[in-house]
């Protein structure tokens, strides 16, 4: 990883590596959908930049973006995400794109600035551009409708994000907020 791969990052310079979080905290829906139910997990996210990715006129730096996730104590992981992680300091965009293997995939993004130590995207079912695509399972019984994060990095390096998935659930007219958060320190 050079120097300049790091600098061509952007806002996306600060993630670059191997984080751990502790204890994280996950509200879903509980198995019978009716109630509420509260995790506190652990997870590993490892994000290796990708160095350029040249596509026509727009120019992108990136990282690659993985994450695991396991209820405390638990020893098989409950939550897995795959993708990527992706800088447009053109457009002064940041997008993430990630699939999680329930049949779900993510494309959310929002404008920040090249130094910004917060950075807020998000994504909505049906939209052409930052959008959300469901397997017909999720669709039709745990419809996601949007997506939202907000990261920040502290001032001791470590970093904290707060995510909405707003579900559509079969039967329900409210909304569920199904949230996760937690601060992640950097371990490589």
């Known amino acids: 990883m050079t120097d300049e791969n790091i600098r061509n990052l952007g806002p996306l310079a600060a993630f670059a590596g191997i984080w751990e979080g502790a204890k994280g905290i996950d509200l879903a829906p509980d198995d019978d ?3 509420v139910e509260r995790n506190e997990y652990s997870e590993r996210v490892v994000l290796e930049p990708i160095g350029l990715v040249e596509n026509h006129e727009q120019s992108l730096y990136g990282l690659r973006y993985s994450k695991t996730a396991w209820r405390l ?3 098989d992981p ?3 995400e795959v993708g990527y992680w992706l800088w447009d300091s053109a457009a ?3 997008m993430l794109t990630f699939i999680v293997p329930r049949g779900v995939t993510v494309l959310a993004g929002g404008t920040v600035d090249p130094d910004a130590t917060t950075m807020k995207l998000s994504a909505e079912v049906g939209a052409e551009v ?3 695509c469901s397997g017909p399972f999720l669709d039709e019984q745990f419809k996601t409708v949007r ?3 907000e990261l920040t990095v502290n ?3 470590s970093f904290f994000y707060a995510q909405n998935t707003q579900l559509q659930i079969k039967g329900q007219s409210d909304i569920f907020a199904h949230t996760d958060e937690n601060t992640l320190r950097k371990v490589e």
């Open 33 to 35: 959908r009716s109630v």
């Open 73 to 75: 104590g638990a020893e």
């Open 78 to 80: 409950f939550h897995e």
């Open 92 to 94: 002064r965009q940041v």
């Open 130 to 132: 930052f959008g959300i």
């Open 147 to 149: 997506y939202d994060i």
């Open 155 to 157: 001032e001791d390096g």
